[in-house]
């Protein structure tokens, strides 16, 4: 089983360059979901989709967009890069429905992301 | 303001001994409680989700505990092993409220190295 698949696993950008980050399940999934991990910190959620065709914002969505383009998959967009959006980022699905919550979230393996 | 503070941040044993790690949370109100294990350059995995009525849950030699009165969870790890080695995450879920998703309050881990 693939599970939740991302790509690229790595990227170097120059500042003012736009890229989009790719994510896809393949376990029939409601929702997934779009982090950030920086040394020292927590996961922070930038976006999320708990269905298809809806997305809303989490903790730090400044600077990101996202399409949830089909139930599979959850893209996540860079339009213009700057070196504090240097991260790893971690796409996630979950079963979790509108206000139940009690499923767990199922990780790819990120995307190492470098902006010079 | 609702937190997750784990500790150690970090701790080092031998091969074949038990830990336990530490948890504790300010999140109100509660629904459940995660704990997740992550590789070097992989995504977290789910270990365990106990909600505010269960105290105890295992997942082989992973054995989550839970005091929701004194808002405190702790994950004993018996007869490590070197694959063991990782960050383990504590993890805690505010419930969902009409339309929104359950918010998930990360901590920031605590880095286990098992030596042999």
């Known amino acids: 089983n693939a599970g939740v698949t991302q790509t690229p696993k790595f990227q170097v950008l120059k500042t003012g360059q736009s890229m989009t980050l790719q994510c896809a399940q393949d376990?029939?999934?409601?929702?997934m979901y779009w982090y950030r991990q920086d040394p020292g910190m927590g996961l922070r959620l930038i976006y999320y989709?708990?269905?298809?065709?809806?997305?809303d914002k989490g903790e730090v969505p400044n600077g990101y967009n996202v399409s949830r383009l089909n139930k599979r998959e959850f893209s996540l967009r860079l339009e213009s890069a700057a070196p504090s959006q240097t991260s790893v980022y971690f796409c996630?699905?979950?079963?979790?429905?509108?206000?139940?919550?009690?499923?767990?979230?199922?990780f790819g393996d990120g995307t190492r992301l470098s902006i010079l | 303001k609702n937190q997750v503070e784990q500790s150690p941040q970090s701790l080092i044993i031998l091969e074949g001994k038990n830990c336990t790690l530490q948890?504790?949370?300010?999140?109100?109100?509660?629904?459940?409680l995660r704990w997740y294990k992550q590789d070097t350059g992989r995504g977290p995995v789910s270990l365990t989700i106990?909600?505010?009525?269960?105290n105890t849950k295992s997942n082989g030699r992973y054995t989550a505990t839970l005091d929701a009165d004194t808002k405190q969870s702790s994950l004993h790890i018996t007869a490590s092993q070197l694959s063991d080695s990782a960050s383990y995450i504590c993890?805690?879920?505010?419930?969902?409220?009409?339309?929104?998703?359950?918010?998930?309050?990360f901590g920031r881990g605590t880095q286990l190295t098992v030596w042999p």
């Open positions: 993890v805690v879920s505010g419930p969902g409220r009409g339309s929104t998703l359950g918010r998930l309050y």
């Open positions: 376990m029939n999934h409601n929702s």
């Open positions: 989709s708990a269905s298809e065709g809806t997305t």
């Open positions: 106990m909600t505010f009525s269960e």
């Open positions: 948890c504790n949370y300010t999140v109100s109100p509660f629904s459940n």
């Open positions: 996630a699905s979950s079963e979790a429905r509108r206000g139940y919550s009690n499923q767990p979230q199922h």
